[in-house]
């Protein structure tokens, strides 16, 4: 059996390098993690035990500081076990085991919810733009169209990585009509200056986090987006579950290697690689999550309510 660091490494590194991406992604994967090193670790003293967990969860949350999902799946895991009181290592280890369970569940249930509710929300001969790739997003659009709705797709190809081409794709197999624009022509192709066959009829974006005041948390290039949806009068709505709810009004803004931008640039060159960017709650018209479509500055109502852990 391998090493249970070892294991845990191994997914704290492709957390970090992007092999595993998405915030659902991350925080399922994030979650498997803990519970699978926690099961497997040899340790029999119950405090140890506690301390290794505990710092395992530290780590795992350290490889995307801005992904909150994966951090509240984590606590949640945390809390649990802390509340059930074990008594030993082995009941522990079964209160671990179903914390994490139970919040895979939940993830998949409240996923189902946001797909459902979303696909109402698309209309017939509509063009809706998207950026980079959002796993619930992607579902809502493809639910729609095996619901018998016709409608065009705008996705950004999302530099450096390219996250967009993920986008694409699923949607192109799915016989969705999708038009690819650059990353910095977003904005402009929301404008009316683009021309009047390419107005946009709405935008929906994912998040990695919600933050207090209703803002939105997502991938770089998402302000420029909510900038001119703002500015023309486009409905920019999330989907997003309130379990990515970060109660301060403030996240770190993860900063990427360099490289990915320019592998072999200058020796001079700084180069700064925003992972993040903020949409401020008035460019939002509406978050699509697990209890309807509510007004961004309701979030943190409904997520401390629907989320005490938090």
Request: glycine content about 4%; proline content about 5%; hydrophobic content about 40%.
């Amino acid at each position: 059996m391998d090493n249970p660091k070892n294991k845990l490494k191994q997914t704290y590194r492709k957390i970090k390098n992007l092999e595993i991406q998405g915030a659902t992604a991350v925080a399922k994967n994030s979650v498997i993690a803990l519970k699978n090193y926690g099961l497997n670790i040899k340790i029999n003293n119950l405090l140890k035990w506690k301390e290794e967990i505990k710092s395992a969860s530290k780590y795992l949350s350290s490889a995307r500081p801005t992904e909150p999902m994966a951090q509240n799946g984590l606590k949640f895991v945390l809390e649990t076990i802390k509340k059930e009181k074990p008594q030993n290592v082995i009941q522990a280890k079964n209160y671990l085991k179903k914390a994490a369970n139970d919040f895979l569940i939940l993830i998949e249930d409240i996923s189902l919810n946001i797909i459902a509710l979303g696909k109402t929300e698309i209309k017939n001969n509509e063009n809706i733009l998207t950026h980079c790739h959002s796993y619930l997003v992607e579902q809502i659009l493809i639910q729609a169209k095996k619901a018998g709705k016709n409608f065009k797709v705008f996705n950004t190809e999302t530099r450096p990585l390219f996250q967009g081409h993920i986008t694409a794709k699923k949607l192109l197999k799915a016989k969705i009509p999708v038009t690819m624009v650059t990353d910095s022509s977003a904005a402009f192709l929301i404008s009316s200056y683009s021309g009047k066959r390419l107005t946009m009829n709405k935008i929906i974006l994912g998040a990695d986090a919600i933050l207090s005041d209703g803002s939105v948390i997502n991938k770089i290039g998402s302000f420029g987006i909510g900038s001119s949806a703002k500015e023309e009068n486009v409905p920019l709505y999330i989907a997003a579950p309130l379990l990515k709810f970060y109660p301060k009004s403030w996240i770190k803004i993860e900063k990427r290697p360099a490289k990915e931008i320019w592998a072999k640039a200058p020796k001079k060159l700084k180069i700064i690689n925003f992972a993040f960017d903020k949409i401020p709650a008035s460019y939002i018209k509406g978050i699509i999550c697990e209890i309807g479509i509510i007004k961004p500055e309701q979030a943190q109502k409904y997520a401390k309510k629907l989320y005490p852990f938090i």
